[in-house]
């Protein structure tokens, strides 16, 4: 049940991430709206005021958070962070663009760094980040092979093409280049070979770049899916164990159970399952609450209870309606994963078929 007292914190939070996101926005627009040719003087003013009134800001950010880490004497944990680096950067985006660029107008285009702030804070950045550290090496191998059939392209295209195009092909320095650009099947047409040699190393060139970027996608699409299931394996792990039923199970049992699982967020008033329909499936509530619509009276249902066992261990269609009176997180077992699993942790299902059979003699009909 949420806390009143942590509403006003729970605003704060949000508040706080959503100003400096909005000021970090104006700055940026204003770094944009400042390049353009027309711009007349005292309009180019007021933005510069913008994106100093912005610099100011993410400076003071970064000065609070600083000070809040040193007081928690944590101030070289936050330092080392991506968020405290990103922190620091945008604080002196600015100062070091005075010192650094050539015209003094062209120090606003260092604003561009602030653009980190909209992704420092975002959860799929540090699974990003995962999954291209687990795929390093595979990575790393197809990058260099991209390495050596660029130069192999370049140099086979300079011996080919050198004697018709030598503007273009006369040194391998110029006909990486084109190498690159047919690599990547960008193919900006503006080099283009004309020998028979030429165009026969320009096709496998294409079919290369082509197997290169497949190769690519496919570590990194493997990647993620396997980032992905493991985050679910984690988070249905903690809603296993959160049930009374599991804890005693052991790990081994536990992570048998947790591969058969699948969490589903439900909504107060959703109709969970209904008295007639085939069973084909049982319920663990983890958060939340449902009711049992049963004679003589409804059945609350709350956390670490279980229902819809019946059906699947007796057979026959559900005995009673379940609606969900409050938003929870339940685990749901189909009929197949639990003949499976009463196969393999036959003490699981022990436990379930015991409290069902107690239900069924006490005529209570909860779990329908």
């Known amino acids: 049940m949420t806390r009143i007292d942590s509403i006003p914190s729970r605003r704060w939070r949000r508040l706080s991430w959503l100003l400096p996101n909005a000021l970090t926005t104006a700055g940026v627009v204003a770094m944009v709206l400042g ?3 027309d711009v007349d003087a005292r309009f180019d003013e007021i933005l510069g005021q913008v994106m100093l009134a912005v610099a100011a800001v993410l400076a003071a950010v970064f000065i609070v958070n600083l000070w809040k880490a040193a007081a928690q004497r944590r101030s070289h944990q936050y330092l080392a962070s991506s968020n405290g680096m990103v922190d620091f950067v945008c604080a002196a985006a600015l100062p070091l663009g005075w010192a650094l660029a050539p015209v003094p107008h062209d120090a606003r285009l260092f ?3 602030w653009t980190l702030r909209y992704i420092s ?6 699974l990003f980040w995962r999954v291209m550290v ?4 595979a990575l790393f191998s197809i990058a260099g ?3 050596v059939v660029t130069l192999t392209a370049a140099t086979l295209a300079h011996v080919f093409e050198r004697g018709a195009q030598p503007q273009a092909f006369g040194s391998i320095e110029r006909t990486l280049w084109w190498a690159i650009a047919t690599l990547t099947t960008t193919g900006y047409g503006d080099v283009v070979p004309t020998t028979i040699w030429g165009r026969l190393l320009a096709g496998w060139v294409m079919v290369g770049g082509i197997v290169m970027f497949a190769l690519h996608a496919g ?4 990647a993620f899916a396997e980032e992905l299931q493991r985050r679910h394996f984690l988070r249905t792990w903690e809603l296993v164990i959160s049930v009374p039923l599991f804890r005693d199970l052991g790990a081994a049992a536990v992570a048998d159970i947790v591969r058969l699982l699948q969490s589903r967020d ?3 008033g959703t109709v969970v399952m209904r008295k007639g329909d085939p069973g084909d499936t049982m319920y663990f509530i983890v958060s939340g609450e449902a009711t049992v619509h049963i004679a003589p009276k409804p059945v609350v249902l709350g956390p670490g209870s279980f229902f819809g066992e019946m059906s699947l261990l007796f057979g026959g269609p559900r005995t009673a309606t379940v609606v969900a009176t409050k938003p929870s997180v339940l685990l749901v077992l189909d009929i197949a994963d639990l003949h499976d699993l009463a196969g393999r942790r036959p003490e699981f299902v022990n436990l ?5 059979r107690l239900r069924r003699d006490r005529n209570d009909g909860t779990a329908g």
């Open 145 to 147: 092979l991209f390495v």
């Open 352 to 356: 379930i078929e015991t409290e069902a």
């Open 134 to 137: 687990r795929s390093r090496i």
């Open 111 to 113: 604003a561009l760094v």
């Open 266 to 268: 439900v909504e107060a």
């Open 35 to 37: 390049t353009a040719p």
């Open 219 to 222: 570590i990194i699409a493997t």
């Open 121 to 126: 804070h975002a959860n799929g950045l540090s």
